[in-house]
């Protein structure tokens, strides 16, 4: 099974795609994760990545394709998976096409995580995220079970740069003038779905599953 998920950073689109991998036994695949690891690591991949994502922009296609492409030919990749927050740009969604159409494969589904704006900013101010594992809580509707450590992994709880205000706004810029394009990309496609993404999360879980099964 091969799901992008869509979505504004924010949506939740991470959070359920996770809950999503765990379900049907196949890997979560997050570009922004993996451009983490490496900026922890001080790759000369991160150190490149790291200028863009501090201000909001998008890392150059290059670069996005150098990481996922070494990542979707690893063996847990073979069943399918989960991506989420690439392809974000419509070259990076033709280059997928074409990885996949090389294999005889194709995309089965994609989920658009769809929330207002207005939602997204409130939100981002109380997302916490942990450096370590990647994992994201939020200060009012996702708590750690001990304030500012991550529960699986015990390291510390931070807001991270591209969460601060002034940069979600350039980030929402962004995705409505790069990412939106995607949507009518799919739709045309017939593979889209949309899901209200303000309700609970275990509703919009549910929502998926239904898309899903
Ligand atoms: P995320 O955690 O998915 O919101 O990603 C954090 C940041 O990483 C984004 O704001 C971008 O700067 C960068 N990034 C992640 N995935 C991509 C992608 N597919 N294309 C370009 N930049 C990306």
Known sequence: MKIVMLGAPGAGKGTQAKKIA?????????????????????????????VYIDQGFLVPDDL??????????MADCKEGYVLDGFPRTIPQS??????????????????????????????????????????????ETLRPKAEGICDFCGSFLILRDDDKPETVMKRLEVYHKQTQPLIDYYRERGILHTVDGTGEIEMIYQEIINILV
Not at 24 to 48: C, M, Q, W, Y
Not at 98 to 107: C, Q
Not at 131 to 139: A, D, I, K
């Open 22 to 50: 765990s379900n049907f036994g196949i890997p979560h695949i997050s570009t922004g994760d993996l451009f983490r690891v490496n900026i922890k690591n001080e790759t000369a991949l991160g150190k490149k990545a790291k």
């Open 64 to 73: 996005v394709l150098e990481l996922i492409e070494e990542r979707l030919g």
């Open 94 to 139: 033709k280059a997928l096409d074409h990885t996949l159409n090389n294999k005889n494969d194709k995309l089965e589904y994609t989920i658009e995580v769809d929330v207002p704006d207005e939602v997204i900013i409130d939100r981002m101010a109380g997302r916490r995220a942990c450096l370590s594992c990647g994992r994201t809580y939020h200060l």
